[in-house]
T-cell receptor, first 116, second 112 residues
């Protein structure tokens, strides 16, 4: 089956640091990837849609300059949390799908980000 | 504006019995619905999906029912097993965006 790999799985860093999270589709070409954020005991909230070779589409309320997304190839999307602060601490999860519509998204195992 | 709602935060079922998880949605543009299973500190695992042109889809012990007029879907697990204990999320999308909107999740506990 489809496999999505996310790295790192856990990051602890100081306030003001920028953190890059990678999301790779391992056995299919992902024209579209998605980035989600989950707070404890809450649902997954879509942050942005990452399209290969074009700019990401951000959801309302998500700061583009804070959460930089790059989707330079069909197998890799990166999310960079710039100048992270404690309120950015969360569980970040990516997903990938082969097509835009009516195909299940397959998720990575997530990245636990803790900003001290 | 919660477009996808799972009104039961938790459900406890005896092993071997049926588990029924419910989900309601408000956006009539949704045409594809999915159920995911999730453990803590892991990404969701895809279970089963259904297109809006169908009202039932079955895969082994898992069956999803869709009632478009009521904007309601449900996941039936039968027979339930202790290994099914997890958080279950329903999600919906429309084919023109492909974006998934998730419900709040239901924690299922299957007791041996």
């Amino acid at each position: 089956g489809a496999v999505v790999s996310q790295h790192p799985s856990w990051v602890i860093c100081k306030s003001g640091t920028s953190v890059k999270i990678e999301c790779r589709s391992l056995d299919f070409q992902a024209t579209t990837m998605f980035w989600y954020r989950q707070f404890p005991k809450q649902s997954l909230m879509l942050m942005a849609t990452s399209n290969e070779g074009s700019k990401a589409t951000y959801e309302q309320g998500v700061e583009k300059d804070k959460f930089l997304i790059n989707h330079a190839s069909l197998t890799l999307s990166t999310l960079t949390v710039t100048s992270a602060h404690p309120e950015d601490s969360s569980f970040y999860i990516c997903s990938a799908s082969r097509q835009m519509s009516n195909q299940p998204q397959h998720f990575g195992d997530g990245t636990r980000l803790s900003i001290l | 504006d919660q477009q996808v709602k799972q009104n039961s935060p938790s459900l406890s079922v005896q092993e071997g019995r049926i588990s029924i998880l419910n989900c309601d949605y408000t956006n009539s543009m949704f045409d594809y619905f999915l159920w995911y299973k999730k453990y803590p500190a892991e990404g969701p695992t895809f279970l089963i999906s259904i297109s809006s042109i169908k009202d039932k889809n079955e895969d082994g012990r898992f069956t999803v029912f869709l009632n478009k007029s009521a904007k309601h879907l449900s996941l039936h697990i039968v027979p339930s097993q202790p290994g099914d204990s997890a958080v279950y999320f329903c999600a919906a999308s429309s084919s023109n965006t492909g974006k998934l909107i998730f419900g709040q999740g239901t924690t299922l506990q299957v007791k041996p």
